[in-house]
C-alpha cells in the first residue's frame, strides 16, 4: 500500500486545521455584529416613530394656538363694532359672529386638550415601564413602556458596543490576513498535487467535507476514531500504526496514526 497518498491528505488536513483555528479567533465576532446592527436598526425605528409623534403634536398645538389667537382678535373686534351699531339688528349678527368664533375657539380648546391626554398617557406608559425596568421585569415591557431616557441611552450603548466588536474584528483580520492567504495558497498547491497523485482520496475528502464535519482525516486516539470515539477494530490497528489509513464505519471519517499529523506539521 502506498502511504505517501494518504500523508498528502494529512497535510491538506493539517492546513484546514490552521485556517479553521485562525477564524476560530474571530470568536463569532462577525454574528455578534450583525445581531447589534439588527436591534440598532429597531431602536433607531422606535425613536424617529416617537420623535415624529411630537413633531406632528407640536405643529398641530402651534397651529391651534395661532388659530385661537385669530379667533380672539376677531372678538374683539366684533365687539367694538358693537359699541358703534346703530341699531339691534346690527347688534345682534355681531353678536352671532363672536358666539362663532368662540365656538371656534372651544373647539381648538378640546383638540389642544386631547394632545395633552395624548401626551399625558404616553408618560404614564413610559413610568409604568420605568417600574418594570427597575423590578427586573424587561420580559413584560412592550415598545411603548420603554422610557425615552433608556431609549436613546440603549441607542449610545449599542453603537459603542458596535464599534468596539467591529474594531476587535478589524484587528484580527488584519493580524492574521497574511497567515490565511499563504495558508489557502498552500491549500491550493496540495490539492492540485493530491489532484493528480490520489484523487480519489481528495474526492472522498471534500466529499466528507462538504456534509457538517470540518475534519476529514482524524487521529487514532486510544484505538478508536477521534471524530465520533467509536473503536477502531484491532486488526486495523498494525496498517494505522504502519501509516495506512482506516475509513471509520460509523461516520465515515479518514481515521490515521496521529505521527502523521506531527510529520504534516514539520
Ligand atoms: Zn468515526
Same mark, same amino acid.
Given at each position: 500500500m502506498d502511504h505517501t497518498k494518504i500523508n498528502l491528505l494529512v497535510k491538506l488536513q493539517h492546513l484546514d486545521n490552521q485556517i479553521e483555528s485562525i477564524v476560530s479567533l474571530q470568536k463569532g465576532l462577525p454574528e455578534e455584529i450583525d445581531a447589534l446592527d439588527e436591534d440598532l436598526v429597531f431602536t433607531s425605528r422606535q425613536i424617529e416613530s416617537r420623535k415624529k409623534i411630537a413633531d406632528d403634536h407640536l405643529k398641530t398645538r402651534t397651529h391651534l394656538h395661532e388659530a385661537i389667537n385669530e379667533c380672539k382678535n376677531k372678538i374683539l373686534n366684533f365687539k367694538e363694532k358693537q359699541t358703534l351699531a346703530r341699531n339691534n339688528k346690527e347688534y345682534d349678527a355681531l353678536s352671532k359672529q363672536i358666539e362663532y368664533e368662540e365656538k371656534e375657539i372651544a373647539q381648538a380648546d378640546i383638540k389642544l386638550q386631547d394632545i395633552v391626554h395624548a401626551i399625558q398617557r404616553s408618560q404614564e406608559i413610559q413610568k409604568k415601564g420605568r417600574l418594570l425596568i427597575a423590578e427586573n421585569r424587561y420580559d413584560e415591557i412592550t415598545e411603548d413602556m420603554m422610557p425615552d431616557d433608556v431609549l436613546h441611552q440603549q441607542l449610545e450603548d449599542l453603537k459603542k458596543q458596535i464599534d468596539q466588536k467591529k474594531e476587535e474584528l478589524e484587528s484580527i483580520v488584519i493580524e492574521t490576513a497574511e497567515d490565511v492567504d499563504s495558508l489557502k495558497k498552500k491549500m491550493k498547491a496540495q490539492r492540485l498535487l493530491i489532484a493528480s497523485e490520489a484523487k480519489r482520496l481528495l474526492d472522498k475528502y471534500d466529499h466528507l467535507r462538504?456534509?457538517?464535519? %470540518? %475534519?476529514?482525516v482524524v487521529k487514532l486516539n486510544r484505538n478508536a476514531c477521534s471524530g465520533c470515539n467509536t473503536r477502531v477494530p484491532t486488526n486495523r490497528h498494525t496498517l494505522i500504526v504502519q501509516g495506512g489509513f482506516y475509513l471509520c464505519e460509523s461516520c465515515g471519517r479518514i481515521v490515521v496514526h496521529e505521527r502523521l499529523f506531527e510529520e504534516a506539521q514539520g
Open positions: 462538504s456534509g457538517v464535519l %470540518n %475534519n476529514a
